[in-house]
């Protein structure tokens, strides 16, 4: 039997209507799930992209950043990545239209930030058996270096104010020596008048005028030092203004009581200049009463000199020079002299010419000529009221201890480096490092590794990645680790002035510890009495003493660095019975011109690579990072070619857009029903660090 089926009209859109709605039902759930697919593809192209990080970088210091050449390049990349995912055969059917970078961040970037991030990163799982600086230490060891080095730069200040005051004590010896000679010459010129040697006179007389007239030039010279002291003065106060915070307290005033004695040398030199402004006024005067004694003389032995027989005024020369007791009571001229006589007062024209007074005794020898000038030189002579005693002082151990200061100023790095030892002639080509391209303020930065615990955590980073002095190596550049410390452009350069900065704090840690330590200031001051002798102004034995105690920290210190350099350990603050180098170690120093050959360690205290991380501890974290990689673009770049770390990206930002086809509304019922939209548009934003 043949059976039909058959359907109503109603029915018929009823299905159709039931059937368009699951259509749209399914297909609204298909194009979310479509949103979230190609939100997964942006996301994994970008995970693809980043999985491409650079190798060498990560195998030789462990960062993670990735290397490109153009902006275009990553586009393009991602774009390939991104259609993997979209070319599948499945229910997300969609089209990528584009890829945009909206921001990058490279590993340099923001003063070096991420690569902060990405050293505490590995160093919070990395296989550090020991720190050498403890980071629950890091703020009282902070504090100590910092002390340690302001009390340097103050006791480099001492150093060139305790010159100031040498120079000066030698322009006031050359005052003293200019009036020795005037003195003697003065002596010179009495002796010549008084035995008629008009020759002896003349000499003696060029002498006396050649020393004084160098008296105004070296009074000039030495207010000029007495200004540059003051100058320097000011200076050390503003200095320990400057430091006298980093200090603690009692130490502070240990220091600002050693400028009492400069206060008080400085006062008393202000009497002395008075003194000294004295004596060049009388020096003055004596060369106006000079020129009156020559001329005296010439007359005199020209024959033009008087001798009334009545006592009357005495003429020279037609004119009264002299007059009452002015002279000598007994003035007798040789009859061979032609003695001219004023007419008595009152006498007339028909006067009697001059006359000449005959000797009885025609054998008797002639008296002296010169006695009158003799008498005008000893009763005008203004004396110096100067002391001219010389000094007491051992001026052999004051001529050690400042041959010992000159080697120790002038030839550090030869002073400390073991015998025998190479220094690296090795050079860095800036080329294109991210610390003079990009500078350690682009995009501010600082905020990663500025913490204290951060800043010992990347300085144990740097200490296990970047070789310094004391590590062997056959890399052109060796001295990274003291590189990360000065920037400067050579090993020899970052070598000494990483050695002069940590001199500076052992010499500034080792005058504290002379300071507070009152054996030892008796003994700077006991050789300092010793130096001065007693003489000259009462405050410059406490100086000497400053400058035995500053150059006695400085002899310490060089000591401390031979042991670094060898390889010891130096403590940070020694302890009684620590003390290598006594007063007579430091003189027998200038003697040899040596630092001796003891380089025997302690049993604690830090090793030359933990003075290094100390030091470090100070340096601003931008300029540490941008050194950092520095070093890692250049030792990289020694393998590949062309390497940057600008280069290097370690954030990225994009946003992706594509076009989805509809499934479900494809037939055309429901097409019809939708308003016949064929696709729809899709957008996507995806952000990835290492």
């Known amino acids: 039997m043949k059976k039909k089926g058959e359907i109503t009209v109603f029915l018929s859109l009823c299905l159709l209507s039931v059937a368009a709605l699951l259509c749209v039902m399914i297909e609204s ?8 697919y190609f939100q997964t593809a942006v996301n994994s192209g970008l995970d693809t992209l980043f999985s491409r990080y650079h190798r060498q970088l990560w195998d030789k210091y462990q960062i993670l950043a990735l290397e490109y050449d153009a902006l275009e390049d990553l586009s393009g990349s991602l774009e390939a990545y991104m259609d993997e995912y979209l070319s599948v055969d499945n229910w997300y059917p969609m089209k990528l239209e584009s890829v945009e970078l909206t921001d990058l961040k490279g590993i340099a970037d923001n003063g070096g930030d991420y690569l902060a991030e990405e ?15 403890n980071p629950e230490e890091g703020e009282q060891l902070l504090k100590d270096v910092t002390e340690g080095a302001g009390a340097g730069s103050l006791a480099g200040a001492y150093g060139r104010q305790e010159k100031e005051v040498r120079k000066l004590e030698k322009a006031v010896e050359r005052l003293i020596e200019n009036v020795r000679e005037q003195e003697k010459s003065k002596e010179d010129i009495w002796e010549a008048l008084s035995e008629d040697d008009e020759e002896g006179f003349h000499e003696a007389a060029k002498e006396y005028r050649k020393a004084a007239e160098k008296y105004p030039d070296l009074m000039e010279k030495y207010e000029k030092q007495a200004a540059a002291l003051a100058e320097k003065q000011q200076e050390s106060r503003e200095k320990i203004g400057e430091v ?10 240990l220091f600002e009581k050693q400028w009492n004695p400069y206060d008080a040398y400085i006062a008393q030199d202000g009497e002395r200049r008075k003194e000294l402004e004295t004596q060049e006024e009388a020096t003055e005067k004596n060369m106006e009463l000079l020129e009156k004694v020559e001329d005296l003389v010439e007359r005199l032995v020209g024959g033009e000199g008087i001798l009334p027989p009545d006592g009357g005024d005495r003429e020279i020369g037609g004119g009264p020079i002299l007059t009452g007791g002015d002279l000598p009571p007994v003035l007798t001229l040789s009859r061979r002299e032609a003695v001219r006589v004023t007419a008595p007062e009152g006498s007339g024209e028909g006067d009697e010419p001059p006359y000449y007074e005959e000797d009885d005794d025609d054998d008797e020898e002639d008296e002296p000529v010169l006695t009158a000038a003799a008498q005008m030189w000893r009763q ?12 007491t002082g051992d001026r052999e151990k004051r001529n050690l201890l400042e041959q010992a200061q000159s080697i ?6 030869g002073l400390v480096m073991p015998a025998g030892a190479v220094i690296s002639g090795g050079a860095l080509s800036w080329g294109q490092f991210p610390s003079k391209t990009m500078g350690v303020s682009e995009g501010g930065g600082g905020e990663k590794g500025s913490s204290l615990l951060e800043r010992v955590v990347i300085d144990e980073y740097c200490g296990h990645f970047f070789p310094n002095a004391l590590d062997e190596g056959e890399q052109l550049v060796r001295y990274e680790l003291e590189y990360i410390l000065q920037g400067e452009d ?3 350069e970052n070598l000494e002035k990483t050695v002069t900065e940590l001199f500076a704090v052992r010499e500034g840690l080792n005058l504290i510890r002379i300071l507070s330590d009152s054996q030892k200031r008796d003994e700077a001051r006991t050789l300092a009495l010793a130096i001065t002798g007693g003489v000259g102004l009462a405050p410059l034995a406490e100086i000497t003493a400053c400058l035995i105690m500053g150059v006695w920290a400085m002899g310490e210190s060089v000591s401390d660095l031979r042991i670094l350099m060898a390889g010891g350990k130096v403590p940070l603050w020694k302890q009684e019975g620590e003390w290598r180098m006594s007063l007579e170690g430091l003189l027998e120093m200038g003697k040899n011109k040596g630092a001796g050959e003891g380089t025997e360690g302690f049993d604690r205290g830090f090793p030359y690579e933990g003075y290094l991380k100390l030091l470090l501890l100070k340096e601003k974290p931008q300029e540490k990072h941008m050194r950092m990689l520095d070093l890692m673009q250049m030792n990289i770049g020694l393998e590949k070619a062309g390497f940057l770390i600008k280069n290097c990206a370690y954030y990225v930002d994009i946003r992706g857009k594509a076009s989805g086809k509809h499934v479900f509304f494809a037939l055309p019922f429901v097409e019809r029903l939708t308003g016949g939209e064929k ?12």
């Open 679 to 690: 696709g729809y548009s899709l957008e996507a934003a995806a952000q990835k660090a290492y």
């Open 244 to 253: 006298k915070p980093d200090l603690q307290e009692d130490r502070g005033e």
């Open 29 to 36: 759930a298909r194009t979310a799930g479509s949103r979230y």
């Open 490 to 492: 050579t090993d020899r």
């Open 380 to 391: 005008g002579y203004t004396d110096s009221a100067l002391s001219l005693e010389s000094g």
């Open 119 to 133: 050293v505490l990163k590995y160093m919070k799982y990395a296989m550090v058996s020991q720190f050498l600086i």
């Open 408 to 413: 120790m100023e002038s030839g550090l790095l």
